[in-house]
DNA sequence: GAATAATACATAGTATAACAATGTATGTAG
DNA sequence: CTACATACATTGTTATACTATGTATTATTC
């Protein structure tokens, strides 16, 4: 089961990323938290930091560097419009998948 | 889009296959038309049989060659009492993840 | 009747992505 | 002053879908 629930997040994760980042902008430890608290999966840091310079090579979402009064500067990232219109195209697919799945249980 | 529903399929198929031999035998062959047919996903003989052995491995699953009046003899799949048991979990997975993906969007 | 497609199994090599481990640096709590 | 949380990042490992290829039988089409 661990291997499994492994190998589903494959894909699912930029799903949800992308999907956090449509109305709100947040850097990428932040992500981590807001992934947890929103779908229960816990994700590596080791897993984060690759996946959002893979979505931003592939110009789904874009950063920026925000410094703090204290601490480390921060990476926010947005959605680009090419990322919007990617996320569309994935939850019409995840819809349908959805659909199917249910359709056999 | 084509490589992330590549991506999404990891994990995904494994979850199918068990839903499908839920309530029937299938053999491999069939599984790939059953599985096009029900959820317009297709995939190719060189990731089902591999997985089919993964899943027999593991215990999930269950063979047995039944041999045709003509032509190539078919191996059929039938779930194993383990496999029940961890589609059950698996389901259980789905379900909370697909309700947290829909509050997200 | 010969070529082509469909059925039915299988394997080898490649690419992708999550994960563990590790590293750097800053701030806070005991 | 030690441990933990925050915040970034990279390297090597592992698991799995995909392409390509192979074998064998039956049905279809030219």
């Given amino acids: 089961m661990q291997k499994w629930k492994s190998q589903v997040k494959k894909g699912t994760l930029a799903f949800i990323v992308l999907n956090l980042l449509k109305d709100n902008e947040f850097y990428g430890y ?9 779908t229960q999966i816990e994700i590596a840091e080791g897993t984060l930091y690759p996946l959002m310079n893979r979505l931003k090579n592939e110009d789904l979402v ?10 480390i500067p921060r990476k926010y990232y947005t959605l680009t419009a090419t990322g919007e219109a990617t996320l569309l195209q994935m939850q ?10 249910n359709k056999l249980s």
Same sequence: chains 1, 2.
Avoid: P
């Avoid at 950063?63 to 601490?71: I, L, M, N, Y």
């Avoid at 019409?92 to 799945?101: G, K, M, Q």
């Fill in 30 to 38: 932040e992500l981590i938290e807001q992934i947890k608290k929103h």
């Fill in 62 to 71: 874009a950063s920026k560097w925000v410094e703090q009064a204290s601490g």
């Fill in 92 to 101: 019409n697919f995840w819809s349908d998948l959805e659909t199917s799945i």
